[in-house]
């Protein structure tokens, strides 16, 4: 733990900060966050800024964590495929949550001297602090549900580490307990009274954490946690929302692409910022999407075939006559002149909304610069949340999750779920038709087409197969198993059995230095 949490420094320039703005002055380089360092207002926003910059440095974590176990999105990376394939062991790199705990001790170190600044700094003024750590408390609670999703148990560390004076000798944590600590540092932000709805520069607004953020966040984390009508609460908190400038679903299909290029739509919640023309900042997504790259993550032959589907519905409706595949712009391939109007014959698809400029040839429509944004939540994912959560609470809550699942798919261009007009006189009739399992089913399928390659779909198999102590683990195993292509079914269908193998392994440098970390169950008995 002590590699994790303690040797952190922070950046030296503005080429290298989480902001596409001045808002921020870093550290000198190599200095740490101790208690001396505290001492006006711009300070705490340098480590504010410093917890943004490493939540994007875990972007590809989020990317390949959310992805590789969900059947959607594979590689042919031999380090890659190691999670693919539910054979990864302590020691592989891709299990390293270091980057995590980064942005954990930046939060810790907000929560724990940002409130004593205000005693130095007599400009600091506590409705700043307090939006401050409303950042900060988001920072932590996400990091920790993220951790909580992939490793099920983590040492949970909630003060901030400056110096060798603590000990670093921390025992796991479960998941009941991390769930309650995540539940409460959102309702401690929200309690504040100080999160932002919206920031002075547009920018901020979306790339930097808000209260629509914090909401969005509690509402996951109770959909994960099966606090049914909690969930329903918090998405209305976003859904019912009445302020002028609130997140809010777009329903013209041709606006959907510009979620992506150029990013900050009104349908985006919060989403971490990069900005190549300003400020020199640049990611790796075009590498680990591009059609050149042989290890590149790309859809697997489940995934493409879904695509197919759904855009040969799209064609009857006049939609994607060029090489549109799935959903708007999903994905494409580099055709030739035959191919336009039918189907690839070879295996060139990739994720293009992380490259794209809303066009589907990508020799004239690729992005300039590299510096797509990553979104961490949007509404559409919101009424997900939502619509899941209705089912989960019974038939009688059956019809306003098909009026969200409706507005998913309209938006799409698609026909209503199995035609149901939900404003029509017989629609509570027609749910008759309609099971639990068929509605998630559904969802699974409406987030799938949504999100893929933005880090969402293990997570999403993960919860049903979780659901109501297992209810649903054959069906989640058969969903990981249609998907895979790169391992024999036989061994996904043995490891699968043992629910432990669902999450990965902690890290082996942390194993050997904390005496009191235990591993994870699966890899003590197997590995």
């Known amino acids: 733990m002590k590699k994790i949490i303690y040797t952190l420094t922070l950046l030296l320039s503005l080429t290298m900060t989480t902001s596409c703005s001045d808002w921020l002055d870093l550290l000198p380089n190599n200095e740490q966050v101790t208690d001396d360092y505290w001492k006006s207002k711009e300070d705490v926003e ?52 270091a980057s995590f705990y980064k942005v954990i001790n930046m939060a810790n170190s907000v929560i724990k ?13 506590e409705s700043v602090m307090n939006s401050h750590l409303c950042e900060a408390y988001f920072m932590r609670a996400y990091s920790y549900f993220t951790l909580l999703k992939n490793y099920k148990e983590v040492p949970l560390v909630l003060d901030a580490y400056v110096n060798d004076e603590k000990s670093f000798d921390i025992a796991k944590s479960s998941d009941t307990t991390i769930i309650a600590q995540i539940k409460k540092d959102i309702q401690t932000a929200l309690a504040t009274g100080a999160a932002k709805g919206t920031y002075d520069q547009d920018w901020e607004t979306k790339g930097r954490v808000t209260k629509w953020a914090l909401y969005a ?122 191919e336009i109007l039918s189907w690839p014959t070879t295996d060139q698809y990739y994720i293009w909304k992380y490259n794209g400029t809303d066009v589907a040839d990508i020799t004239g429509g690729a992005r300039t610069n590299q510096d797509a944004h990553f979104i961490i939540y949007r509404v559409a994912e919101v009424m997900l949340m939502k619509a899941e959560a209705l089912v989960m609470k019974g038939r009688s809550s059956y019809l306003p999750a098909v009026k969200l699942i409706n507005k998913i798919r309209n938006r799409a261009g698609l026909d209503n779920y199995k035609g149901i007009d939900t404003d029509a006189a017989d629609a509570e009739q027609q749910m008759d038709q309609l099971d639990e399992l068929t509605l998630l089913e559904e969802i699974l399928d409406q987030r799938d087409m949504e999100f893929m390659g933005e880090g969402k779909r293990w997570y999403d198999l993960l919860r049903f197969g979780r659901k109501q102590n297992f209810k649903y683990k054959e069906q989640f195993i058969a969903m990981v198993l249609e998907g895979n292509q790169t391992t024999n079914s036989a061994w996904i269908q043995s490891v699968l059995q043992n629910s432990n193998a669902w999450y990965m392994p902690l890290p082996e440098s942390d194993i050997n230095s904390n005496k009191l970390l235990k591993q994870n169950p699966y890899y003590v008995t197997t590995k």
């Open 46 to 97: 340098a480590v504010i800024a410093s917890g943004y910059y490493y939540m994007r440095e875990c972007v590809p974590y989020y990317i390949k964590w959310g992805e590789l176990r969900g059947g959607s999105i594979y590689s042919n990376n031999t380090a890659d495929v190691q999670v693919q394939n539910f054979n990864e062991t302590q020691s592989y790199a891709l299990c390293n949550y």
């Open 113 to 125: 001297y940002a409130p004593g600044v205000r005693s130095i700094d007599n400009t600091y003024y």
């Open 217 to 338: 966040l509690m509402a996951d984390v109770c959909l994960w946690n099966e606090d049914y009508d909690e969930c329903i609460q918090y998405a209305n908190m976003i859904l019912d929302a009445t302020d002028q400038f609130r997140p809010a679903f777009m329903t013209n299909s041709s606006d959907w692409f510009s979620m992506f290029y150029p990013g900050n739509s009104n349908e985006s919640i919060f989403e971490l910022n990069w900005n190549k023309a300003s400020y020199a900042e640049t990611n790796n997504f075009y590498s680990m999407f591009t059609l050149t790259n042989t290890s590149r993550l790309k859809p697997t032959t489940r995934a493409v075939d879904k695509m197919k589907e759904e855009t040969s519905e799209l064609k009857t409706k006049g939609f994607a006559t060029d090489t549109r595949m799935g959903r708007m712009l999903l994905a494409t391939y580099v055709p030739s002149a035959s």
